[in-house]
């Protein structure tokens, strides 16, 4: 028996002897020399398109695009929020307009960003096309045959046997076969290949770069995502003039929404009630009852925070909740002229809110005249007369009080048809009403409590019951599902490239001039690793255990060592 190590060999030398066995272990296309284009429009095309499918200049591209989209984190973006937007301009007079030029408060449907994104789409697509077929090709066909001189390969041992050539061949396509390489016979040889998956994953993960890519351009063209505010008893139907706060991507349609409509039945939440954590919230709940279309049935079901409801296309998330005390507004006759559940907003972590209520219609002051009426509100859930302070110490209703201030007159514009924000008073056109003493009219509330206007003008009442409301976001994006699936692809994929190696192995058998069969063993991977020779080692010693050595003419007959394999130099050492 006797070893061969081939690792002094060169690269180039060892690639010219080995021809079509050591070629097409990868699907990578043949890097060419870079030059001037032919002559004509036809050779600067190709040239451009050989340029443009490169794997370096879809690198280039992605890395463009990544640092493309920093902009759209860091600047406030009109399709996210155009009031941060017209923050923004007006505190920077001279770099907003500089920004404008650029789009950079539209990052993600400006032109240059738009350019890169249609650039890597494309790269990718001619990337992607000829190493399929490229693949295709290999799978259909056969690993080659075996090159002439084993010796020059990687990972190389050899021994002789008394059993026949024929023998061991079958061996070794038995042996080979059964470790899951597409093996046959070729002339004198046995020629098998093995790690298809790596090839296969490196197409999986470009593949799945396009699918991120698409649902990325189609969820920000049909994407809708819009916030609505409801108060316990009421009710939702997703349509345009429902919500609160609406955003929709550029391709986007009304009639892209899908047909739905739920009511807040009841909405609860619990928080730590002692230990450094006292106030965090633990749980919150809103119990709905929802229908899809006019005439569905009506369903119940619980959101809770990151458990959204999922009708079709849409997703129903909880995002905020607060109080909506019940108030009770009456002119000076006792008429009541308006009774509702008015939503605060918070402003900490405690639930300490304000608001307004304005009385539109229906109110006749003491002389008959008709006026308007706006009550500014600020309410805490839990007041604690020892902390002298109008804050809320605990956010659920433990001792809620409500601080109101009245007002009387035109409440801007409404009338005219002009919109106002419900949680603002316009006092342009308003009066303040004065106590006794001639200061402002103030009063903290208990539930129960009336604060009675002077002059007779009426008075406004916090009734017992106080509701509860909920903030919903109702979001449509068509490419989140394709979007998760090329992500998970795109990590399985890269996953397989990186740590399945795609490698051959040749087993020849051929009787020698004294009679004896020589077997030769050799490996080959995509690149040198001692995963190769290891590999390699153990089908030798499995097959060695199927045909014995015989001992060399000149050795003893009484011993025969097992082969051992040799790595070419510069192979990794384990």
Known sequence: MSTTDTGNSRDQDRQEDLGAAGS???????????????????GWARWFWRQLTSMRVALL???????????????????????????????????????????LFHVYSSVW???????????????????????????????????????RLPAYTTWRTDADPEQVREAALALLKKRRFRAHIAGDAVAA???????????????????????????????????????????????????????????????????????????????EVSGPNRGTPRTFEAKIAYSKGAYGKERPATIQVNKPLHIDDAKVYL????????????????????????????????????GVVKVYDGYRNAQGKKEQLGFQAFFVPTFD??????????????????????YHGDLGGVNAGLSQNVYQLDKTHMKAFK?????????????????????????????????????????????????????????????ASLFIQR???????????????????????????AKVPEELGDLAGTLYDQAPGAPDPDDDPSTTPDPQVVPAEGAEQQ
């Not at 020399?33 to 002559?39: E, F, K, N």
């Not at 739905?260 to 928080?271: E, I, P, V």
């Not at 007369?385 to 009245?406: C, D, E, H, I």
Request: charge should be neutral.
């Open 319 to 354: 995002v905020s909740h607060g109080y909506a005390p019940v108030i009770t507004v009456r002119d000076g006759k006792g008429t009541v002229v308006y009774r509702d559940a008015v939503p605060l907003l918070p402003l900490d972590g405690n639930v300490t809110s304000n």
């Open 24 to 42: 097409q272990l990868s699907t990578a296309p043949q890097e060419e020399l870079s030059g001037l284009p032919g002559l004509g429009v036809i």
């Open 193 to 271: 290949e093995k790690g298809y998956l790596r090839e296969l994953g490196n197409l999986a993960f470009h593949v799945a770069l396009i699918v991120l890519l698409i649902a990325f351009a189609s969820g920000q063209m049909f994407k809708s995502d819009g916030t609505k505010l409801v108060v316990e008893g009421d009710g939702f139907a997703n349509a345009l003039s429902q919500y609160d706060d609406f955003k929709s991507g550029s391709l986007f349609q009304n009639d892209d929404l899908v047909p739905f409509s739920f009511d807040l039945k009841d909405f609860k939440a619990t928080y």
């Open 61 to 103: 591209l992605l890395l463009l695009l990544s640092l493309g989209a920093i902009p759209g984190s860091l600047i406030p973006q009109t399709g996210a929020d155009l009031n941060k937007v017209d923050e923004f301009r007006k505190a920077h007079k001279t770099l907003a307009p500089v920004y404008d030029k650029l789009g």
């Open 385 to 406: 007369p020892k902390s002298g302070t109008m804050l809320s110490q605990f956010p659920a209703l433990v001792n809620p009080l409500l601080a109101v201030n009245a």
């Open 503 to 529: 490698r051959r192995v040749w087993v020849r058998a051929v009787r020698g001039a004294d009679g004896v069969t020589v077997v030769e063993m050799a490996g080959l991977g995509r690149s040198e690793s």
């Open 435 to 495: 106590d006794g003493k001639g200061q402002l009219l103030k009063k903290l509330l208990q539930p129960g409590d009336t604060l009675t206007l002077p002059n007779g003008a009426g008075s406004i009442t916090f009734e017992k019951d106080i509701k509860e409301w909920a903030g919903f976001e109702i979001v449509q994006e068509p490419g989140s599902g394709w979007a998760l699936g090329g992500a998970l692809v795109a990590i399985f994929g890269l996953a």
């Open 113 to 151: 960003f738009s350019a890169i994104y249609i650039l890597l789409f494309v790269s990718l697509i001619g990337c992607i096309i000829p190493r399929t077929w490229q693949f295709v090709g290999q799978l259909r066909g056969r690993p080659p045959a075996a090159p002439k001189r084993l010796t």
